[in-house]
């Protein structure tokens, strides 16, 4: 497993170049510690846990048709997603400097604000979506007696008490 600073720096990375991922890191640590942050490496995970999703959505196609379903995501999936949005994010923006990107992204990640907290409601808005049309089947009951019993309370006769 790696550490979560491994994959931050491999988030950074493009085409390969590990030392430049480092280096961009490293300024964004320095930038961090220049604007009054006590413990840096915590608050660079905080406003990633802030950013991380608990639930997603997966496309299932069912005879030719695409139902979404909503999923909880796993914690590993979810700080993707994160990152990836983090990303999206810092290149649409024009401020000057990839670092100071990151790092606005990070504060406004931090104090749940931003761009990237956007993209995760969304992601909410569509599974509240996905679970409007989620079919809740009901198990056949099995023995003679339970069924009884479910035929008792659909014609409302029996309303208190065991059968």
């Known amino acids: 497993m790696k550490t979560f600073e491994q994959r931050f720096l491999n988030m950074l990375m493009k085409r390969g170049k590990y030392i430049k991922a480092e280096r961009l890191y490293m300024d964004i640590i320095i930038?961090?510690?220049?604007?009054?942050?006590?413990?840096?490496?915590?608050?660079?995970?905080?406003?990633?846990?802030?950013?991380?999703?608990?639930?997603?959505?997966?496309?299932k196609k069912i005879k030719g048709a695409e139902l979404i379903k909503p999923i909880f995501l796993n914690p590993q999936k979810a700080e993707k997603y994160a990152m990836q949005w983090l990303l999206k994010v810092v290149e649409r923006k024009k401020l000057s400097g990839f670092a100071n990107k990151?790092?606005?992204?990070?504060?406004?990640?931090?104090?749940?604000?931003?761009?990237?907290?956007k993209e995760k409601w969304e992601l909410y808005k569509q599974v509240r979506y996905a679970t409007t049309f989620c079919r809740k089947t009901r198990r056949k009951p099995r023995t003679r007696r339970m069924r009884l019993?479910?035929?008792?309370?659909?014609?409302?006769?029996?309303?208190?008490g065991k059968f």
Do not use: H
């Not at 510690?33 to 959505?57: C, D, F, H, L, W």
């Not at 990151?102 to 907290?117: C, D, F, P, Q, S």
């Not at 479910?150 to 409302?156: A, G, Q």
């Open 31 to 59: 930038l961090l510690k220049e604007s009054g942050i006590q413990n840096v490496y915590k608050y660079v995970r905080k406003a990633i846990y802030n950013m991380t999703p608990i639930m997603g959505v997966q496309v």
């Open 149 to 160: 019993r479910m035929l008792f309370r659909r014609k409302k006769w029996l309303k208190f």
């Open 102 to 117: 990151v790092v606005e992204e990070l504060k406004n990640a931090y104090n749940n604000k931003g761009a990237i907290m």
